[in-house]
Structure formats: C-alpha cells, structure tokens
C-alpha cells in the first residue's frame, strides 16, 4: 500500500527565507506527483505536477524536484512572502488518477 | 466561470439521517471523485466516477454511496450507517482518469457535522 510523508508537520519561517518541503513515498510505481495547496476551510489548489519520467517542474517562485527511485521529492518556494502561509500536501498518483495524499506541511511565513 | 461547486458550505446531521452532498462541475471533465479530509489526516478516498453512470468504490466507501447519471454532476450521500461522518468533505474532477498526467481540480469543500 502507497504511504506518503511529509515532514516537517509544521514550520514558521521569517518572510524572506526560503522554504524546504519534503515528501517521501513508499512505492516507487507512481504515474506522478503533485504539490497542492490548501487554505483554512478551503479546497485544494494544483501547484506542480511532476511526471514519473521527469526531474522537476518550476513555476514562478515554486520549484519541485522528484526522485521517484529514492521515493523523495522537494518544493522549493523561493524568498517567502507571508501570502504563502497555507497548507502544502503531496500527493502521488498510482493509477487511474487515484492519488495517495500526504498529511501535509503547514507553513506560517512570519511578516 | 469555469470550476466546481460543492454545496452547502457546511451541513449537520442528525443521528439516524442521510444527507446528500453536492458536487457540480462545468469543466466538461469525465472523472469525478469524494474525498475525506480529517484534521490532520491526508485526503482518503471515498468513490470515483470515470464516466455517466459508472462508479468504484475507493478506499473508505462503508456508509456512503454515489451515483453519476449525469456527467456534471457527482452527489455523495452519507447514510446511517457511516458512524464517523464528521469530516470536510473534498469534491474533485479531471478530464479523464485514464490519462496518467491530468491534473486534479478541487472545489471549495462540505464540511459536514453531527448534531
């Protein structure tokens, strides 16, 4: 069964700082990867998707690298600003769009 | 404007009671799914739908059941017999679950409550 962890659960960072998101899986098998973003009471936001066959996938600020061979993968979200306090989940796809979720990384960018 | 929209915002059951979730989508996408979202728990899911009048059962479907008659619309009724249904419930579509590489579109969420 596909396992997803995001570590750390929870950080603060001052505005400015570069933020480090991890996320680990269990099972190599995966179609791809994506980062979402989830606001308090809300619903999710596609950031990134990560095909298997790729390495990383930029967007603006925002940077994800895979390495499905080790069942890692990194978001990068460059010079904090206190906009990007929210909610970060990984998810990977292991068939028909079925996607196994992290918990998630909360992060609060400090002004 | 395109997107999806789950309604109401937030729904309380009553002991004993079904309730039905809505989910509407006008993105002309053939995949549909419910997801359950527990306080600091990852997203599970309950039953997608990968075209009119086909559902399967996800990973968490015992006291929920769907249907998908047509391709806009994907309700998810939680029945009595679902003992722990106070959840955030996440509505969420794609243009086919068969492609490998399409991405996930999420609406605003149900957050449902036991009286």
């Known amino acids: 069964k596909q396992e997803v962890t995001q570590i750390p659960a929870a950080l603060s960072v001052p505005e400015g700082e570069n933020l480090v998101l991890n996320c680990s899986f269990t099972?190599?098998?995966?179609?791809?990867l994506q980062w979402f973003r989830q606001d308090p009471g809300k619903g999710l936001t596609s950031l990134l998707l990560i095909q298997s066959s790729q390495r990383e996938q930029t967007s603006g600020r925002l940077n994800a690298s895979l390495d499905k061979s080790s069942g890692r993968s990194t978001l990068y979200i460059a010079a904090s600003q206190p906009g990007d306090s929210a909610t970060y989940l990984c998810?990977?796809?292991?068939?028909?769009?079925?996607?196994?979720f992290g918990k998630g990384n909360q992060v609060v960018v400090i002004p | 404007d395109g997107g999806i929209t789950q309604s109401p915002k937030y729904l309380f059951r009553k002991e004993g009671q079904n309730v039905t979730l809505s989910c509407e989508q006008n993105?002309?996408?053939?995949?549909m799914y419910w997801y359950r979202q527990d306080p600091g728990q990852g997203l599970r899911l309950i039953y997608y739908s990968q075209i009119v009048n086909d559902f399967q059962k996800g990973d968490i479907a015992e006291g929920y059941s769907v249907s998908r008659e047509k391709k806009e619309s994907f309700p998810l009724t939680v029945t009595s017999a679902q003992k722990n249904p106070t959840a955030f419930y996440l509505c969420a579509s794609s243009i086919e679950s068969g492609r490998v590489n399409e991405k996930l579109f999420f609406g605003s969420g149900t957050q449902l409550s036991v009286l």
């Open positions: 998810a990977v796809n292991y068939g028909n769009n079925r996607l196994a």
């Open positions: 993105l002309n996408h053939d995949a």
């Open positions: 099972d190599s098998a995966i179609y791809n």
